[in-house]
């Protein structure tokens, strides 16, 4: 992947690149041995999906506040190649159950803020990853993150539903993680991943757009250059406006999650505005616990999570480039 139109911040570190890469080509031969190929989890998974900067970030924190579930921590995710042997060293290193006079167990307490993030990136050894190193193992390069169904027959389904398994065999929780790379192919995914739920998040047009503008200039120092994934109509808004790329990239994508879903069981997914999960994220969870319940997974554990967030909806776009995504709204009406 080209990074060199990043921001100087936002540079992937080289050296830890090629570190990681020498040491999950290492855990990718020895973690095969671990596997049961054919193995699919025996707990749901819950995949969250959604437009980029929608709020699925602080979904999948919030969730792992709850004490309820597993997830990808920024520690896990530099085991790419085999996250159930990394989930395993976490919880030697986190879990006090596994202390033994104090040796190794890191302090818990010591986490930063546990609902603040930057860009999706979060801080913290435990904090929320996305995760995008695991999915592209098994996703065949392409033009867009839509793939056609000879694309789909390339991805390694056994091994995929080995690894999250076997990553849930150690855990014994329902793992949480984010699927916005397959917002275009949700139907396939339901399907490879058996019993696995679907939460989508959603968010006002316009501080979606606002929100995606802005992350373009942070990421790459101007708001002309594509920011997140690519729908399928990407040819055709690249070369558009930024305003015009950003609503169109929105539509696209919300349209065809709706799409997906739609092909999906409606007591596999639930759809949850960023608004309401902000204002009572009680109410959310009561919803995702019907939801679990459904899937013969019921949550033991009642509510003892944040009474609420503070919802971001100060407008920071001036009048011009306000009137501009006015406009390109109006295209979608």
């Not at 031969?29 to 095969?32: K, S, Y």
């Given at each position: 992947m080209n990074t060199a139109n990043r921001t100087t911040q936002h540079q992937r570190n080289h050296?830890?690149?090629?570190?990681l890469g020498h040491l999950n080509a290492d855990l990718s031969?020895?973690?095969?041995k671990s596997l049961a190929l054919g193995t699919a989890p025996d707990l749901p998974t819950i995949f969250l999906v959604g437009c980029a900067r929608s709020g699925t970030t602080l979904a999948l924190q919030?969730?792992?506040s709850l004490g309820q579930f597993s997830w990808p921590t920024n520690f896990i995710s530099r085991f790419y190649a085999a996250p159930w042997v990394g989930e395993r060293v976490q919880q030697m290193l986190?879990?006090?159950?596994?202390?033994?006079?104090g040796e190794l167990t890191l302090d818990r307490s010591s986490n930063p803020d546990p609902f603040v993030s930057r860009l999706g990136k979060t801080h913290g050894l435990l904090a929320p990853n996305e995760f995008w190193y695991w999915w592209r193992r098994f996703l065949p390069e392409a033009d867009t993150h839509f793939l056609c169904e000879d694309q789909l027959a390339q991805i390694d389904r056994p091994r995929l539903q080995a690894e999250l398994a076997a990553w849930q065999a150690v855990t014994r929780k329902p793992l949480a993680m984010k699927a916005l790379i397959m917002n275009w192919n949700l139907p396939w995914l339901a399907e490879a991943v058996p019993g696995s739920v679907f939460i989508h998040i959603t968010r006002d047009q316009f501080m979606n757009t606002q929100s995606l503008l802005e992350a373009r200039r942070e990421f790459h120092g101007a708001a002309e250059t594509w920011y997140s994934f690519r729908p399928p109509q990407y040819d055709q808004l690249k070369d558009l406006a930024p305003a015009e790329q950003v609503a169109g990239q929105i539509h696209h994508t919300e349209s065809a999650v709706i799409e997906g879903l739609a092909r999906i069981a409606p007591e596999r997914q639930l759809t949850v505005a960023y608004e309401d999960l902000c204002s009572n994220p009680l109410h959310v969870y009561e919803e995702i616990q019907k939801m679990m319940a459904g899937q013969g997974c019921p949550l033991a554990r009642a509510y003892d999570g944040s009474e609420s967030f503070a919802a971001n909806r100060q407008i920071r776009l001036d009048e011009a480039e306000q009137a501009a995504v006015h406009r390109a709204w109006q295209a979608y009406r």
């Open positions: 050296n830890l690149e090629d570190l031969q020895l973690g095969d919030w969730l792992s986190t879990n006090p159950d596994y202390d033994f006079q």
